[in-house]
């Protein structure tokens, strides 16, 4: 293949669209009850180098007496392009629709009804605050119950800051002031504030009386509308990067339209995802722990909102059984709650997969959802019929939305009702994907030795699921490309990736390795790898090859490549140089090549403390034992022993990890003699997300190994052998 035709083919793999929210609305007739579900879907096109929004919709017919039974699914209709949409939301009664679009340079709010557009407003000209929010980590846009105000977040306005008393401008004294802000990703964030829009008298008033130590987000109508809910995270004595990081110090308050302002949340915690219950008497949020691990289980709190007390409905799962509920790592979709307020529903990662849940606030018993629990494969032995990933998008009504996928099908929409006691879902498809692909994927449980094992928290297992092609392309067998998640706490489900199914489309097979410290296994596994980073993470990925590589003889061992981002990055650096003798090509995307080097120029230096293991204080200076340990720690130590080509992949406005890290091990290979090539992309960051890029990382990567780790194996004629 030609690098035309590597591109082509990364189109077609990363261009199958993907759902990615949606909403349900309901119409009751007297012997039907009529559902339209509206789905919106991202999808890459090459040409435009971007990522294009559409929405569709559904029509659902359920008969009265038995609504949680689907008699009929009509036909979609046509895809409709989301153009400059920024946040949009349907008012809860009358259904209108609000919008935040971006045209150009300015932003406006738009209220749509069925008749068209109503009102329009210009945000921008209004110059009352900056930028309109549309990230998950603050962004929202809430209607009151009244429906004629909403609620936003936006930058504050520059244009607000008071004059000096020597009468100078205050914003041209201080225009080359430093500016924080809140880190990789969200670089343009720095004070948000919240916005009520008027919508009667087309007026924007941003509210007073948030504490100055605290940046408000994720806000929603307190019941009566005459109040709002906000997570408020701290950013004394400075800020700390958001991305990825759910160990933030945070709290949740209630501010009054009067100006007074209280927290309801306890001291010196992390709390994120309010959400409000249908009778508006229940506040539920997610809860955890203040620095620590950048990403944690955490625990579903609910607020009595009458009585003020709080109560635990799940708490953290330390070590989940195989096959058990193995607690909450993710944020809850915007709408979690059943209609009768007694039960509430998300999606979390379980072990090496991804899967939907049900907890009863009375009883907190929980229930998987997925077919995959009802099916009760407990061996997965037939995942031709297993979804590896379910993802709840909403549940509204009762009425669950849901996108499904696995290594070889890409995603699918699909909706059930909530059970009643003693019954199961079932599902129908809304959407089958495009194409599904004949891939062969199997999930590999990895016991880690009696040495390899955690003194503080022994008898942990992990992970890793390995997919290949259905037939060989070389008589010597399958060659493997390792790929490492970042992280380190985060996750490989077995779902849809462009990436994997790119190159298994090549002929190579793919082993993704969830070692310990990944989500899905509870919290020891993800305290374990605290202080214990460039050791065991490092043999926990070589033992999963070497238990692949054990388990199927079809994957050739002489003909071995490790890629991996961040920390898989840290770790792919690492494997080839603790073991040089056994991988023969490496490409890493901005990784950690020396933690001490990193230290003063991460957006998460609490993280760099704590993953050497040492304790983090915002006071803290850097010691010659600290910078030794994160030293020993690193890659760039083992750089002498490498042996295997490396292939680096840069970003220049990468916050996180410095890009001057990955440039440390290539003018050291380089003055080795050894072979190292770098892409350098000077305006992506950490996650290298612009398309352009990943098509460039994708083709480079294939070269690479086509180059290094096998003679053009997508030039071979394949072997009818079925495997």
Known sequence: MDSDQITGLYGKVSGLAAPVSARVSLEQQPEVRIYTVTAEWIQTDLVRNARLRFSQQWTLIADSNNHKSIRTVLPPGPCSPLSGELLSELSPIRGLRAVVRETGSQQLLEIWDRHGLRKSLNLSALNIHGRVYDDTQFGCLSWSECESKLLFVAERSGSSTAETRSGESASRKDRSMYREDWGEALTSKSVPVLCVVDLHHGEVDVLQSVPQDVSPGQALWAPGGQAVFFVGWYHEPFRLGLKFCSNRRSALFRLSLDGHCECLSGDNLSVSCPRLSPDGSTLIYLQGSVFGPHNQCLSVQQLDLKSGKTSTILGVVSRPQTGDFAGVYEALPSRCWSVDGQKVVFSSAVRNQKDVFMVDRGTKKVSSLSDNHQRQVEDLSDLSKVYGSWKLLTVQRDLMVVCCSSPNSPPTLRVGFLPSAGETVIWRTLQQPVTTFDYLWTVLDVTPT???????????????????????????????????????????????????????????????????????????????????????????????????????????????????????????????????????????????????????????????????????????????????????????????????????????????????????????????GSPVRLLWFPDDGHSLSRVDTQVDCFLNIVLWLNQHLCANPSKQTPVTRRL
Not at 516 to 542: A, E, N
Not at 618 to 638: F, G, R, V
């Open 450 to 672: 009696s040495d390899e094992d955690n003194g503080r928290y022994p008898g942990l297992d992990f992970g890793a699921i390995l997919v290949k092609p259905s037939r060989l392309f070389c008589e010597t067998g399958t060659p493997v490309v390792v790929f490492i998640h970042g992280g380190p706490h985060s996750q490989f489900p077995a779902e849809w990736n462009s990436t994997t199914a790119g190159l298994v489309e090549l002929g190579f097979a793919v082993l993704m390795v969830n070692y310990r410290g990944s989500t899905g296994f509870g919290q020891d596994s993800i305290l374990s790898l605290i202080g214990q980073i460039g050791s065991q993470d490092v043999k926990d990925v070589q033992r999963a090859v070497m238990t692949a590589l054990q388990s199927d003889k079809t994957l050739d061992p002489k003909r071995l490549a490790v890629i991996g981002g961040s920390h898989g990055g840290f770790l792919s650096c690492h494997l080839i140089g603790q073991y040089p003798d056994f991988y023969r090509a490496c490409a890493a995307r901005n990784p950690v090549i020396n933690a001490a080097t990193l230290l003063g120029t991460s957006d998460i230096v609490d993280w760099r403390y704590t993953s050497a293991g040492f304790q983090f204080s915002y006071d803290n200076i850097p010691t010659a034992e600290t910078l030794a340990a994160m030293l020993l720690k690193s890659p760039i130590t083992h750089a002498a022993q490498i042996k295997a080509p490396v292939l680096l992949m840069l970003g220049g406005k990468d916050r996180r990890v410095s890009p001057h890290q990955g440039l440390e091990l290539y003018k050291v290979l380089k003055s080795r």
